[in-house]
């Protein structure tokens, strides 16, 4: 079993926290590796549906969803319903078809942001991309290429600021260090803070306390 799989074992057995859903949130900077993240994780939980806030985000709302997630996903997860939501289209700027999330046993939620204010309540844990804001900022630039620079020099100021208003990293309960192989594990400020159940390190592997 390797760290992946450990981490979702340990996920499947949090309590859960919107409905009968377990609500993961995958956050960090842009560029951070989170998506990734989620892929793989959802591979290693069976194929957890997993929501990108980027579907959610528009041009001109870059951090201003919270009503949509709330309206849209969380609220009908929390009843044990399927969530219907509509993914905004970058190049087109505008929503597309409708697309439907099932309350299946594990949700994960990746994007800048995901740790936020408004959403920690509905979550049973809170992963936390341990990548420094430039090189996740330097490798985003790289993967979307020079016709996205423009774009790049808003997102920075618009990620700073909210950062800065509205922190996820020290309430996270695990950090996640992308290793040439695999993820390193590590307790996150709101584990340091005490609470109870916990993705960790240990032996080399991730376990639930």
Known sequence: MNDLDRA???LLRLPP?????????????AGS??????????????????LHLDDLA???????WTGRLREEVLE?????????????????????ERRELPPAPVVLVEGVGAGRRVVRPFLAWLLWMERETEASWA??????????ASFWDGWTVAETRHFTEDPSR?????????CPEGYDWLPGPAVTAGKDHVITQGDGSPSVK
């Open 76 to 96: 009908p997860l929390s009843r044990g319903e399927a969530a219907r939501y509509r993914p905004y289209d970058w190049r087109l700027r505008r929503f597309g």
């Open 33 to 50: 590796g989170k998506s990734t993240l989620a892929a793989r994780l959802s591979t290693a939980l069976g194929g957890a549906p997993v």
């Open 17 to 29: 926290s919107c409905g009968p859903v377990r609500l993961v949130a995958v956050d960090g900077h």
């Open 139 to 148: 490798r985003g630039r790289h993967r979307d290429g020079p016709e996205q």
């Open 170 to 178: 020290p309430f996270a309960d695990t950090l996640v260090r992308e």
């Open 8 to 10: 979702a074992d340990a």
């Open 58 to 64: 528009t041009h001109e709302e870059l951090f201003a």
